[in-house]
């Protein structure tokens, strides 16, 4: 199985996921830099955290009209596995690929905190290894994580059970005080249809190893290897 | 042909929270200022068109690329002008 990070312009934990694909899941990975448009030869591509085009207009806007990004679209209807993080959720939500947008937070302050999220669906490419209602700890960092979309989205995202991650405290509670930015319902995560394209604020990738904190994001990493082995 | 102007307002549709808004009204008060009910913060682009285009056209033009790049539909309304 292969990996790709797509870089661009602004973006900062590229490394970070080239560092986690290649150390903790052990597989080969590329950085595909935005300009590029062959996908073919990947299995999975991780769209980082950052500040791509220096969130100028809004965060993610202009990432989504760089050339990689129709090949991005191509390879998730060929139901390849697509990961955003961060500003990799903001851009596929400015790309049509996630429902809803990532607005400023709720008290303006940019976030930088470690946070729990509760595992909502296990029946996601990226999260078949967890316990549905096993919390995880990661690491926030944005002033653009506040999850707001209409009240038909919201319902369908509900029923479909494509809420992946919500903010909760340390028991797994869901709770106001626990969500660190205003997001409707909890929202830290969710994904497509199709259920192959998964956006979250919190970063896995930097949740990997005990010495910075946690490594509950290796559960991520697991899954997601364990379906491109199954499907291999 | 002059030149003409577009100008495109960017405004979070009524139903989207604006805290970027809601801190700017409270400065606001704190300074004194009253009567205010509510402050809501926007983007205004200014975009030079070709005068060859002609009036009809340079608002289409605008229109577009307000619906697909100056705003997200998804939170945002977008009102053009056209000054030529």
Same mark, same amino acid.
């Given at each position: *199985? &292969?990996?790709?990070?797509?870089? =661009?312009?602004?973006?900062? %934990?590229?490394?970070?996921?080239? /560092?986690?694909?290649s150390k903790h899941v052990g597989q080969p990975v590329d950085f595909i830099w935005h300009r590029e448009t062959d996908l073919s030869s990947y299995d999975?591509?991780?769209?980082?955290?950052? =500040?791509?085009?220096g969130d100028y207009l809004r965060a993610g806007a202009l990432a989504r009209f760089s050339p990689v990004m129709n090949s991005? &679209?191509?390879?998730?209807?060929?139901? &390849?596995?697509?990961?955003?993080? %961060?500003?990799?959720?903001?851009?596929?939500?400015?790309?049509?690929?996630? +429902?809803?947008?990532?607005?400023?937070?709720?008290?303006? /302050?940019?976030? %930088?905190?470690?946070?729990?999220?509760?595992?909502?669906?296990?029946n996601t490419p990226f999260t078949h290894d967890l316990k549905p209602g096993s919390v995880l700890r990661m690491p926030i960092a944005h002033a653009e994580g506040n999850f707001v979309c209409d009240e038909v989205t919201l319902r369908e995202l509900q029923r479909d059970e494509r809420i992946v991650f919500r903010y909760c405290d340390r028991e797994g509670q869901i709770t106001e005080a626990a969500n660190p930015n205003g997001s409707r319902d909890n929202i830290a995560g969710i994904c497509s249809r199709g259920r192959n394209v *998964?956006?979250? *604020? +919190? /970063?896995?990738?930097r949740a990997c190893e005990d010495l910075l904190g946690s490594s509950d994001g290796r559960?991520? =990493?697991?899954?997601?290897?364990?379906?491109?082995?199954?499907a291999a | 042909m002059p030149n003409m102007k577009a100008k495109v307002y960017v405004t979070l549709k009524?139903?989207?929270?604006?805290?970027?808004?809601?801190?700017?009204?409270?400065?606001?008060e704190l300074l004194g200022y009253g009567g205010i009910s509510d402050i809501r913060q926007g983007k205004y682009f200014e975009i030079a068109v070709d005068g060859s285009l002609g009036e009809d056209q340079a608002r289409a033009e605008a229109e577009r690329m307000a619906r697909e790049v100056l705003s997200n539909p998804i939170i945002e309304d977008f009102r053009v002008e056209i000054e030529t």
């Open positions: *199985m &292969k990996f790709g990070v797509i870089v =661009f312009p602004g973006s900062n %934990c590229d490394h970070d996921a080239y /560092h986690v694909i999975a591509v991780i769209i980082p955290g950052g =500040f791509s085009y991005v &679209k191509e390879f998730a209807a060929r139901d &390849k596995l697509v990961l955003g993080i %961060c500003n990799g959720f903001q851009i596929l939500c400015e790309a049509g690929l996630l +429902p809803g947008a990532l607005i400023r937070n709720q008290e303006l /302050h940019f976030v %930088c905190d470690h946070v729990n999220v509760r595992a909502e669906s296990a *998964m956006g979250l *604020m +919190p /970063h896995p990738e559960e991520i =990493f697991r899954s997601l290897a364990g379906t491109l082995a199954a | 009524p139903s989207v929270l604006d805290p970027q808004g809601k801190a700017i009204k409270h400065s606001v």
